[in-house]
């Protein structure tokens, strides 16, 4: 199978972070969402795997030589070509295995893939949905006795005896459905319709106990951080960061001592530049970030370019 990361995305809603990385290195406990996203796949035993980029690209392309396994990068641009236009970009690429699976860069997911992609193969579909249970009014509609997709949900209307589910920006193809994408399709939503509508098979897999978090806004970014903290989300934190569980802060190993008092509960600190009598709690410091003396941080991603409030 081979594995394709949808990273050429802007990420306006993490401004001013995203105008200086592209939202793929936005760090995640001090990793950057591309690199979960890559272990994401090889760790399900997937080592062929492509991604797309456009904003900052040359930022992606350095981190991508440090990968363990080589990423194949198709850089758009002009301007940002979408799902569907990624899909039509890097076709000759994604045909060349009979399944491929498409993943989210801002995407963090403990969903078990190597078991969805088995169910996916048994299914025979051409396409397949990983969803979890709807936390509102969901974004799919699918059969519950089948799991037939039946669409998107529209102001939370549903068809009669259809359940709604949260797609979680993963799904799993094989190739035929590359014959429905078209050079002008740039949403997905129209290649999943032309697939059900012909009969190629459109399923929603549900997933009831996994992780999942869309990492689009600093709330959403800092949460993650938290429920590592909490135990409900398990990630490869690497080895230079130590996390002391029982007060719910991280930092790095090299932080002095003095600095590490500083540190209240729910901090995630990736910063060795931490100065005397500042006070941070619920709150997380990227990798480079200065905390001035005596500051009262809370509720606040600190960036190297300035801050982004949680709320």
Known sequence: ????????????????????????????CGVPLLGHAHRFLSGSGIHKIGANTHHLAPL????????????????????????????HFARDYLSQDSLFCIVNVDIISTADLQRLAD??????????????????????????????????????????????????????????????????????????DRARDRGAGVKVFVQESMYWSDIG?????????????????????????????QNKRAYPSALQAGARDALGPYTWCNSLDIETG????????????????????SNTIVTPWGDLHIG
């Open 1 to 28: 199978m081979t594995g394709f990361i949808l990273a050429a995305g802007l990420g306006t809603r993490l401004k001013p972070l995203t105008d200086h990385i592209p939202k793929a290195l936005v760090p995640v």
């Open 60 to 87: 992606v392309h350095a981190l991508c030589e440090s990968l363990e396994f080589p990423v194949e990068l198709f850089h758009e641009t002009g301007r940002i070509r979408g799902t569907g236009g990624a899909l």
């Open 119 to 192: 169910a996916f193969d048994s299914s025979g579909c051409a396409c397949g949905l990983v969803a979890a249970a709807a936390l509102g009014k969901g974004t799919l509609a699918y059969d519950p006795s089948s799991g037939d997709y039946l669409g998107t949900v529209s102001n939370g209307a549903l068809p009669q005896g259809a359940e709604s589910a949260d797609f979680i920006g993963i799904s799993l193809y094989r190739r035929e459905i590359l014959d429905l994408v078209t050079a002008d399709d740039f949403s997905v939503l129209p290649i999943w």
């Open 217 to 245: 806004t600093p709330r959403s970014l800092a949460q993650v951080h938290f429920d590592v903290f909490d135990g409900a989300c398990e990630l490869d934190i690497g080895n230079t960061t130590y996390v002391d569980w």
């Open 278 to 297: 500042a006070r941070l709690h619920h709150a997380v410091v990227l990798e480079g970030a200065r905390v001035g003396r005596d500051a009262e941080v």
